[in-house]
Structure formats: structure tokens, C-alpha cells
């Protein structure tokens, strides 16, 4: 059973960076690809960011295409994800989760582990 944990969020203003870092243990790397999510008040979870199992292939949704870059230590089995250019409606719980090997789905129901979450605002 893999184990997620997220970390790295924080409070930004509009422009600046972060980067989340995702850390997963009981499984291996290629056993599953990793996608992000988030989520905020009121609104439903947004899948925004994977990365396959084996070849570091990845997809982005169009709301943080050319502004995140999502990338995979398979040895350490870790993924980070690089948010730069951030904007007040990036805020929310961003999570990491565990999904199909060899996909690659912004969908939830591809995904059967999820990490806990951790929180980016974004404001001024």
C-alpha cells in the first residue's frame, strides 16, 4: 500500500513560486504513475499535473500549462511539482496521489492513493 506525504506549501503573493514536493513509501516507482490535484472552498477537485510510471511523460491541465512543471525522482521515489508565476486562483489543497502505472489521467478515479494535502495561498 503506497503512502503519500506532501509538503511545501505556503503563503505566496501573486507572480511568486513554491514548490510542492511529494514523497511516497511502501511501493516503488514504477508501480504507479503520480498526478496533483487541488481543490478549493466551495469548488470541486481539479486535477492539474501527471506523470507516467516509467518514462517521466507528463500532462498538464490548460489552467497551469507553461507556469508548473512536474518532474520525478524515480530512485528516491519522490515528485516535485514546480509552481511559478502563481495567481490569487491557484489557491486551494493541492494533493498527491497514486494512480495506474503507465498512465497518464488528470481523472481522480485513475488515482487509489492520496496524500493528505497541503495548503497555497496566493495573495497580496
Known amino acids: 500500500q503506497v503512502q503519500l506525504v506532501e509538503s511545501g506549501g505556503g503563503l505566496v503573493q501573486p507572480g511568486g513560486s513554491l514548490r510542492l514536493s511529494c514523497a511516497a513509501s511502501?511501493?516503488?516507482?514504477?508501480?504507479?504513475?503520480i498526478g496533483w490535484f487541488r481543490q478549493a472552498p466551495g469548488k470541486e477537485r481539479e486535477g492539474i499535473a501527471c506523470?507516467?510510471?516509467?518514462?517521466?511523460?507528463?500532462y498538464y491541465a490548460p489552467s497551469v500549462r507553461g507556469r508548473f512543471t512536474l518532474s520525478r525522482d524515480y530512485a528516491k521515489n519522490t515528485a516535485s511539482l514546480q509552481m511559478d508565476g502563481l495567481k490569487p486562483e491557484d489557491t486551494a489543497v493541492y494533493y498527491c496521489?497514486?494512480?495506474?502505472?503507465?498512465?497518464?489521467?488528470?481523472?481522480?478515479?485513475?488515482?487509489?492513493?492520496w496524500g493528505q494535502g497541503t495548503q497555497v495561498s496566493v495573495s497580496s
Open positions: 511502501g511501493g516503488t516507482s514504477n508501480d504507479y504513475s
Open positions: 506523470i507516467s510510471s516509467h518514462d517521466g511523460a507528463t
Open positions: 496521489a497514486a494512480g495506474l502505472p503507465r498512465a497518464l489521467s488528470l481523472q481522480s478515479n485513475f488515482y487509489t492513493n
